[in-house]
């Protein structure tokens, strides 16, 4: 089975770049983030008619996140528990069926968080912190488990082409990282790390000053496992393809595989 995750920058704008994607890597399951659309926009139709069962949690202009599954998906559960007055779209969580059983998959769009000192940056860290309360719930199930999304955190200094040009920025804070740690400590196995050891690796390339033809890019689409997950994990990498088409995301796929 292989799972991918994939901001996608606004669906309008990269539906048929999204297609061609997923007729070609064939994808099992599928996390999206930033899809800017909300669920009555959602083109439900068009991704249905390439074989996936679809759940979506959205809203107009900003955020939104989505579930696509070749596999039925028996139950999905819109936003993050711990602030019933945080709007944003930004997790969704799903089980579905496999074989011999389940998996729980959830796609993440963390805050940005910048800038620094003000309350973008507060609401980052909280939410942050509902995630790893989350997280230490859901590992209690003792079930695969994938938590994938943009998580807006450069884990380590080899993940990013200049830890000097990203030491302002929210997405390299010892707060920020100190967070992500947190949850990683729950037990939970960074796929790309428990396959890879090299450096530079990126799943992101801003748009400004040459930054994808230069290879300035930043690692921070992540695919964190439950260790129910990680002992089937076969294989995980990034797939830099779709960031060199006409009219791209600023990310690009990340993807594992698994044996269940």
Known sequence: MKVSSFNVNSLKARLGNLKD?????????VCLQETKCTD??????EIEDLGYNVAFHGQKTYNGV????????????PGLPGNDGDDHARYLEAV?????????????????????????????????DRLIAHAKELLKYEEPLILAGDYNVIPMPEDCY???????????????????????????TDAF????TEPHRYTF??????????????????????????DRLRACDI??????????SDHTPIWAEFDF
């Open 193 to 196: 790390r428990a396959c890879h």
């Open 205 to 230: 390339w801003d748009y400004q000053a040459g930054c994808w033809p230069k290879d300035k890019g930043i690692r921070i689409d992540h695919l964190l496992l439950s260790p129910q997950a990680a």
């Open 21 to 29: 994607w997923l007729k070609k890597a064939s994808p099992d399951v």
């Open 239 to 248: 797939d830099k393809e779709p960031r060199g088409r006409e009219k791209p």
């Open 96 to 128: 579905i069926s496999i074989d011999g059983g389940a998996m729980r998959v959830a796609s993440i769009y963390l805050p940005n968080g910048n800038p620094i000192g003000t309350e973008k940056f507060s609401y980052k860290l909280a939410w942050m």
């Open 66 to 77: 989505a579930i696509l599954s070749k596999h039925p998906i028996d139950e999905a559960i």
């Open 162 to 188: 200049d830890p000097i040009a990203w030491a302002g920025d929210a997405l390299f804070q010892p707060e920020s990282r100190a967070k992500f740690r947190e949850l990683l400590n729950l037990g939970l």
């Open 40 to 45: 009555d926009t959602f083109p439900r139709g």
